[in-house]
């Protein structure tokens, strides 16, 4: 039985000195043909209007919760929100980015009418009208493919038995990568339909910027991400063992990767860790170019690079 005043979905929007955009991704949310939700804006200690504008709208509008804390990384940002979250499902938005009108409807309805534990859309960069209702394993070789959806959470509905058990890092930049693996692991039935609901606003200031604009990539950035994969590659092949050897493929993959763009484009900052990833691929050479799901271009770069 629906408890009294719980709403359906819970929507959890961190917002850091992003004045020029908040109001965009707020009114979003606000527009949205399903009505049944609470949208907690959580304020990273921003030194702008962006917190004072939450303030605003919250106001007038009832559904409206803000949280004002000191600065931090977005994991501890978004955990504020999730320890007020109340809703049957939770969904996120970025305060650069905007959803759709029918963005918390359909990823409802993917979810209630599939009984999964996370619904997944497509994005204004990754659409694909395709459906496909998938077990843990299968969503996670998707997600590691990156071509119908990534690792953001925006994009993604969870149920309340994955969201409360989720709380994010609170170090590090980049919460997603060292997270999304997990909840999708542990999830019974995973629903996705790949019509785009949500549009990421690509720019410079962009937490992901790098991905798009390889050039942003740091050294600091790179440490994170190897860092994270290695932990995810040891993490998902003791929970999925017969997968293993595809886990370690997306390792590599990503290795092979990063060492052509830090050569390519001359990315001096990366060159140690260039080294070491060269040391790495050379070590399982023979594995990585044996592995079924190994790319024309990747046999190419490994070639001429390692």
Partial sequence: MKEVNKPKISVIMLTYNREQLVTRAIESILAQTET???FIIVDNGSSDRSGVLADEYAARDKRIQVFHRERGNIGAGRNTGLE??????????????????DFLEFLYRLAAENDADVSICGAADKAFDEKK????EEALIELMWRKKYNMA??????????????????????DDIALM?????EARRIAY?????????????????????HRLLTADTLYEYLHAYRVRTKWLSEKF???APTF?????????????KIRRLGLEECEGQCGEMIKMLQEHREEFLAAPELLDFEREWMERYV
């Fill in 84 to 101: 007020a979250a109340r809703g049957e499902y939770t969904a996120f938005i970025d305060d650069d980015d905007w959803a759709e009108p």
């Fill in 241 to 243: 063992p017969d997968r």
């Fill in 181 to 185: 693996y997990q909840l999708l692991a």
């Fill in 36 to 38: 049944d939700f609470e």
């Fill in 153 to 174: 959470f925006p994009t993604k509905m969870f149920s309340r038995r994955l969201a409360k058990k989720l709380r994010f890092p609170e170090e590090g930049a980049y």
């Fill in 248 to 260: 370690r493929y997306f390792e590599w993959s990503f290795m092979i990767s990063m060492v052509e």
């Fill in 193 to 213: 339909h790949g019509l785009p609901k949500y549009t990421f606003y690509r720019h410079e200031s962009n937490n992901s910027a790098w991905t798009t604009n």
């Fill in 133 to 136: 209702i998938m077990g843990a």
